[in-house]
């Protein structure tokens, strides 16, 4: 089944705590992104990948970060996560780039900080 | 800059009724317009899109038109059912990019 897989779904920790939330898609796709959802302000760009090594910031990039070293996985990671990142997390992937393609979305990562 | 503007939810309606949801953008250039739809606990999936003025997006009875001269792409349905709820994002093409509105939130009683 063609699908983007996101782990962990729920997650609790602590700040300051480094933490890693994976994203996993199975259909050769070149283009991935992270998103955050918040109440009130919709879906917001953190990072995307047009390939391989390549990464570029989204809009809201502050406190995060992402590598590319496989063309199937797009790790975001919280080098000292805070409060203000409590969010809805969202990986998601397209065959092209996001204004061209469908993008599909992974299930979500919740994640508080306290 | 680009941008989408979405009417704020709660929407609640009754089965069967008539569903709009405004949405109306900014941008430079000619974007591409979606509709996405996230049903609870799931991420986002496309609903429809329109690449030009004039297209009409359509899926699932729902109906949406790339309208340039008012700059809105509202999206219809004749008669929504209560798996119609769900929350629905607009949203347009920037480079490579895609910018979304803050979402309509859609509640149908049965």
Partial sequence: EAQVTQNPRYLITVTGKKLTVTCSQNMN???MSWYRQ???LGLRQIYYSMNVEVTDKGDVPEG???SRK???NFPLILE???PNQTSLYFCASSLGLAGKSEQFFGPGTRLTVL | GNSVTQMEGPVTLSEEAFLTINCTYTA???PSLFWYVQYPGEGLQLLLKATKADDKGSNKGFEATYRKETTSFHLEKGSVQVSDSAVYFCALNRDDKIIF???TRLHILP
């Fill in chain 1, 80 to 82: 000292s996560p805070s």
């Fill in chain 1, 29 to 31: 796709h070149e283009y």
């Fill in chain 2, 101 to 103: 509105g803050k979402g």
């Fill in chain 1, 64 to 66: 995060y970060k992402v």
């Fill in chain 1, 70 to 72: 496989e063309k199937r």
């Fill in chain 2, 28 to 30: 430079t250039g000619y």
């Fill in chain 1, 38 to 40: 918040d109440p009130g």
